[in-house]
């Protein structure tokens, strides 16, 4: 069944989610001047992976990741999908960690973040247990209500900008390729588009949509670190820890009756983030499924328990910097194999058939 | 039928999970303060804080004060001796003591964009007499509703382009900035209205290094374009009202020189005139009046090293390493050009020279 739709509103929920928290600061941080460049091959990153990963995908219609390695053979199988399970489950756990904290951060100061991971991992883990189908309308419902929200206050955020900030336009060394803030800004670029391989044969979209749906988030990807750096410069900007929260805290809206329009920006990405956790779940869930065909109550149950408990083991804020830099190396690795691999083995498929 | 008790186990769990009920204080049991006063006493923070309080049929302001090394732990000796928990979520003006803005309010600015519980849109006021007096005078003349110092500075009612307005997040910007400092307004209790505004403190680095008159603040008003709509300006010849105004400006930078030419067009309106003078006159006479008291403030603002007019803005074609050197090497080397044009809109219901 088509729906396009569907899966082009859940590519942008899912990136909108990633974007305006932790990815601003990882891409001001790692260069001093000219964040475009580093935007730029972020997004040519971004473009191509994603270009390859469904060019292959296509040439199995009907048919999601699992299925095409388990065709290659049982090995094949454990060494694609093994990684790719432990990232869905590293990943679980280090956004709900990091989000929770985010929220004590920014707004919950008193609530103990075991709460509001209980909370994520509720709603997100009931949404997974339901399977793809309702997440995916769940995705809808969200987007009707936020997206609207999202762009007000993307517009309200250029109240205080100056565009001299934008100068210098050129950074001559590519050191910022080499700092670790830079690769951990990647989770934003690459880390969101797995789920495209999973959908089959539950969903089918048009090649085309998806990417015209990327091209989208370009504008965002660019706002999200060039407003903060408009409006406070980058002495400034690199000093906040959610710059991009930060510029949306200081726009000051006198018609508005309410106070703080970063509350409902806050709550909206958690939502999409919610959204997102129940994803890597269900994905998790069904590479479990494959080897141990069960319902997917009994495996999103044990995943939110592991999840929980490993994530109240991390302490402090710290802590959750590193795991991100760990993981980095992980997330590249499974989102440059996984792509690849697929459309290799497609190629050689269909030169033999 | 097994499913239904997980589902209303669900949505039980849910009950209590979704309330946000976590810690909760009613907001009867939480003071809000508007308007926050810190002063420096002996290395220890005086803060003031002034807090409206509903009652049945009247409202009532407060002004409570406590000492503390630092300002959160001078709310949270408050916070214990009152009956309620303070919140500074919604203060809205956060008077500074001038002694404590020529030491410098860095620290004070860091903490308050830092615990994110002051919003950074406050406004930074300085306060030239001891903030003590300031408060009890603000409490014996201020209307019952406790907004007066607010709304003195809302563009929607008191405000006036003369004065300067400028937030918490400003000031924190202009500390880390290498080409960009602040005014921040001065005032102090008046005798007939309840604030007397006095010009400007020029803050450099967090620190109030220079003062400026009202006059000179409408400038730097106007210079970043902020509207000066409705400030009558009086000359000898005439009186108008501003009604509108834009800038221009042209950056060189030769031999490690930089060079600005900035042009402020102003659109006025005639008001009063005294004899008989011609357009012409009107305008020469407002033009040269602008011209002399910028470049007045102008030296002031060299001599004293601070970049409220936020001029290295223009420049950042300079590299980033001697764009830190801004304030410093390249500022007081600025040649600046400064021009008004003026542009006499109506004349009013006389005709000029008709009287």
């Given at each position: 069944?088509d729906k396009?739709?569907?899966?082009?509103l859940?590519?942008?929920?899912?990136?909108?989610?990633l974007?305006?928290?932790?990815?601003?600061?990882?891409?001001?941080?790692?260069s001093?001047?000219?964040?475009?460049?580093?935007i730029?091959?972020?997004l040519?990153?971004?473009?191509?992976?994603?270009?390859?990963?469904?060019?292959?995908l296509?040439?199995?219609p009907?048919?999601?990741?699992?299925?095409i390695?388990?065709?290659?053979?049982?090995?094949?199988?454990?060494?694609?999908?093994?990684?790719?399970?432990?990232?869905?489950?590293?990943?679980?756990?280090?956004?709900?960690?990091?989000?929770s904290?985010?929220i004590?951060?920014?707004?919950?100061?008193?609530?103990?973040?075991?709460?509001?991971?209980?909370l994520?991992?509720s709603?997100?883990g009931?949404?997974?247990?339901?399977?793809?189908?309702?997440?995916?309308?769940?995705?809808?419902l969200?987007?009707?209500?936020?997206?609207?929200?999202?762009?007000?206050?993307?517009?309200?955020?250029?109240?205080n900008?100056?565009?001299?900030?934008?100068?210098?336009?050129?950074?001559?060394?590519f050191?910022?390729?080499?700092?670790?803030?830079?690769?951990?800004?990647?989770s934003?670029?690459?880390?969101?588009?797995?789920?495209?391989?999973?959908?089959?044969?539950h969903l089918?979209?048009?090649?085309?949509?998806?990417?015209?749906?990327?091209?989208?988030?370009?504008?965002?990807?660019?706002?999200?670190?060039?407003?903060?750096?408009?409006?406070?410069?980058?002495g400034?900007?690199?000093?906040?820890?959610?710059?991009?929260?930060?510029?949306?805290?200081?726009?000051?809206?006198?018609?508005?009756?309410?106070?703080?329009?970063?509350?409902?920006?806050?709550?909206?990405?958690?939502?999409?983030?919610?959204?997102?956790l129940?994803?890597?779940?269900?994905?998790?869930?069904q590479?479990?499924n494959h080897?141990?065909?069960?319902?997917?109550?009994?495996?999103?149950?044990?995943?939110?328990i592991?999840?929980?408990?490993?994530?109240?083991?991390?302490?402090?804020?710290?802590?959750?910097?590193?795991?991100l830099?760990?993981?980095?190396?992980?997330?590249?690795?499974?989102?440059?194999?996984?792509?690849?691999?697929?459309?290799?083995?497609?190629?050689?498929?269909?030169?033999?058939? | 039928?097994?499913?239904?008790?997980?589902?209303?186990?669900?949505?039980?769990?849910?009950?209590?999970?979704?309330?946000?009920?976590?810690?909760?204080?009613?907001?009867?049991?939480?003071?809000?303060?508007?308007?926050?006063?810190?002063?420096?006493?002996?290395?220890?923070?005086?803060?003031?804080?002034?807090?409206?309080?509903?009652?049945?049929?009247?409202?009532q302001?407060?002004?409570?004060?406590?000492?503390?090394?630092?300002?959160?732990?001078?709310?949270?000796?408050?916070?214990?001796?009152?009956?309620?928990?303070?919140?500074?979520l919604?203060?809205?003006?956060?008077?500074?003591?001038?002694?404590?803005?020529?030491?410098?309010g860095?620290?004070?600015?860091?903490?308050?964009?830092?615990a994110r519980?002051?919003?950074?849109?406050?406004?930074?006021?300085?306060?030239d007499?001891?903030?003590?007096?300031?408060?009890?005078?603000?409490?014996?003349?201020?209307?019952?509703?406790?907004?007066?110092?607010?709304?003195?500075?809302d563009?929607?009612?008191?405000?006036?382009?003369q004065?300067?307005?400028?937030?918490?997040?400003?000031?924190?910007?202009?500390?880390?900035s290498?080409?960009?400092?602040?005014?921040?307004?001065?005032?102090k209790?008046?005798?007939?209205?309840?604030?007397?505004?006095l010009?400007?403190?020029?803050i450099?680095?967090?620190?109030?290094?220079?003062?400026?008159?009202?006059?000179?603040?409408?400038?730097?008003?106007?210079?970043?374009?902020?509207?000066?709509?409705?400030?009558?300006?009086?000359?000898?010849?005439?009186?108008?009202?501003?009604?509108?105004?834009?800038?221009?400006?042209k950056?060189r930078?030769?031999?490690?020189?930089?060079y600005l030419?900035?042009q402020?067009?102003?659109?006025?309106?005639l008001?009063?005139?005294?004899?008989?003078p011609?357009d012409?006159?009107?305008?020469?006479?407002?033009?040269?009046?602008?011209?002399?008291?910028?470049?007045?403030?102008?030296?002031?603002?060299?001599?004293?090293?601070?970049?409220?007019?936020?001029?290295?803005?223009?420049?950042?074609?300079?590299?980033?390493?001697?764009?830190?050197?801004?304030?410093?090497?390249?500022?007081?080397?600025?040649?600046?050009?400064?021009?008004?044009?003026?542009?006499?809109?109506?004349?009013?219901?006389?005709?000029?020279?008709?009287?």
């Open positions: 069944m396009s739709l569907h899966v082009v859940m590519y942008l929920l899912v990136h909108l989610g974007i305006f928290f932790l990815y601003p600061n990882d891409i001001i941080s790692s001093d001047e000219g964040q475009w460049l580093p730029a091959i972020g040519l990153f971004h473009f191509v992976l994603v270009w390859i990963y469904m060019k292959g296509s040439f199995f009907k048919q999601n990741i699992i299925h390695y388990s065709e290659m053979g049982r090995g094949f199988a454990i060494f694609f999908l093994l990684p790719v399970f432990m990232y869905l489950m590293l990943v679980n756990i280090i956004g709900v960690r990091a989000y904290e985010i004590t951060i920014i707004f919950l100061s008193n609530t103990p973040s075991w709460a509001i991971i209980i994520f991992l709603i997100s009931y949404l997974a247990a339901k399977g793809v189908e309702v997440i995916f309308r769940t995705g809808i969200l987007a009707l209500i936020f997206i609207p929200i999202i762009f007000f206050v993307s517009i309200a955020s250029f109240q900008v100056d565009w001299h900030y934008l100068f210098p336009l050129i950074d001559d060394d050191h910022f390729m080499t700092t670790p803030s830079y690769m951990k800004s990647f934003a670029f690459i880390g969101g588009f797995l789920f495209l391989g999973f959908t089959a044969p089918t979209y048009d090649r085309k949509k998806v990417l015209i749906a990327a091209a989208l988030l370009i504008p965002f990807f660019v706002l999200a670190v060039y407003i903060p750096v408009l409006t406070f410069g980058q400034t900007a690199s000093r906040f820890m959610f710059p991009y929260i930060m510029t949306v805290d200081s726009t000051y809206i006198n018609w508005l009756m309410f106070d703080r329009v970063t509350m409902f920006f806050i709550l909206c990405l958690v939502t999409f983030i919610m959204l997102h129940s994803l890597l779940l269900w994905m998790a869930y590479i479990m080897w141990f065909p069960h319902q997917p109550f009994y495996s999103v149950l044990p995943f939110t592991v999840i929980f408990i490993t994530s109240i083991m991390i302490i402090d804020w710290k802590t959750v910097e590193r795991l830099w760990w993981n980095s190396f992980l997330q590249f690795y499974v989102l440059l194999t996984i792509p690849l691999s697929i459309y290799f083995i497609g190629r050689r498929r269909k030169g033999r058939t | 039928m097994r499913t239904i008790p997980v589902k209303l186990l669900i949505i039980l769990c849910s009950v209590f999970l979704l309330n946000g009920c976590w810690d909760t204080k009613d907001i009867n049991h939480r003071s809000l303060p508007i308007v926050m006063g810190v002063a420096m006493e002996d290395d220890q923070y005086n803060i003031h804080l002034q807090i409206p309080d509903p009652g049945t049929d009247t409202m302001v407060r002004i409570v004060s406590e000492t503390g090394e630092t300002v959160s732990k001078a709310v949270d000796k408050l916070s214990a001796d009152m009956e309620s928990r303070i919140d500074l919604h203060v809205k003006v956060i008077v500074i003591e001038k002694e404590l803005a020529k030491e410098g860095k620290d004070l600015i860091s903490g308050f964009m830092r519980e002051v919003s950074p849109k406050a406004l930074v006021v300085v306060s007499e001891e903030i003590e007096s300031f408060f009890s005078n603000l409490n014996n003349t201020t209307d019952p509703q406790g907004t007066t110092l607010f709304d003195f500075f563009k929607d009612a008191g405000w006036s382009p004065i300067a307005l400028t937030r918490v997040w400003e000031v924190y910007r202009s500390i880390h290498f080409t960009r400092d602040v005014a921040l307004p001065i005032i209790s008046g005798d007939s209205t309840v604030i007397d505004h010009g400007s403190a020029v450099k680095n967090g620190r109030m290094v220079e003062r400026i008159d009202e006059e000179e603040t409408l400038l730097i008003n106007a210079f970043h374009e902020e509207s000066t709509h409705g400030k009558v300006e009086v000359m000898e010849e005439a009186t108008v009202l501003i009604v509108g105004n834009t800038m221009d400006h950056s930078y030769i031999d490690q020189v930089p030419n900035s402020l067009h102003l659109k006025v309106v008001l009063e005139t005294r004899g008989n011609t012409k006159e009107i305008r020469t006479s407002l033009e040269t009046q602008l011209t002399n008291r910028f470049n007045e403030m102008f030296t002031k603002l060299q001599e004293s090293k601070a970049d409220v007019l936020g001029l290295g803005q223009y420049f950042r074609e300079i590299p980033r390493e001697e764009l830190k050197k801004w304030r410093s090497e390249h500022y007081p080397k600025l040649k600046m050009e400064f021009e008004v044009h003026v542009v006499i809109r109506n004349e009013g219901q006389l005709k000029l020279g008709g009287d």
